[in-house]
C-alpha cells in the first residue's frame, strides 16, 4: 500500500511563488505517475497536473500551464509542484495522487 504526504502549502499575495512537495512511502515500485489536484470552497476536485515517474512525461490543466510546473524525485519517490504567478483563484486544498491514493492535502491561500 502507498502513502502520500504533502507539504509546501502557506498564504502567498497575488504574483508570488509557493512550492508543493509529495513524498510516497510504502510500497512505491508499483507507482507509475503521480499528480497533483485542488478542490476550492464549493467546487469539484480538479485536476492539477501530472508525471510519470520513469520518463517524466507531463501534462497540465489549462488554467496553471504556463505557471506551475511539476517535477519528480525518483530516487526519493517525491514529486513537486512549482507554482507561479499565483492568483486568487488558485486557492485551493491541493491534493497529491497516485492512481487511487490521495494525500491528506495541503492548503494555498492566495491574496488579493
Known amino acids: 500500500q502507498v502513502q502520500l504526504v504533502e507539504s509546501g502549502g502557506g498564504l502567498v499575495q497575488a504574483g508570488g511563488s509557493l512550492r508543493l512537495s509529495c513524498v510516497a512511502s510504502?510500497?512505491?515500485?508499483?507507482?507509475?505517475?503521480m499528480g497533483w489536484f485542488r478542490q476550492a470552497p464549493g467546487k469539484e476536485r480538479e485536476f492539477v497536473a501530472r508525471?510519470?515517474?520513469?520518463?517524466?512525461?507531463?501534462g497540465y490543466a489549462d488554467s496553471v500551464r504556463g505557471r506551475f510546473t511539476i517535477s519528480r524525485d525518483r530516487t526519493k519517490n517525491s514529486v513537486f509542484l512549482q507554482m507561479n504567478n499565483l492568483k486568487p483563484e488558485d486557492t485551493a486544498v491541493y491534493y497529491c495522487?497516485?492512481?487511487?491514493?490521495w494525500g491528506q492535502g495541503t492548503q494555498v491561500t492566495v491574496s488579493s
Open positions: 495522487n497516485s492512481d487511487d491514493v
Open positions: 508525471i510519470t515517474l520513469s520518463f517524466g512525461i507531463f
Open positions: 510504502g510500497s512505491t515500485s508499483s507507482i507509475r505517475s
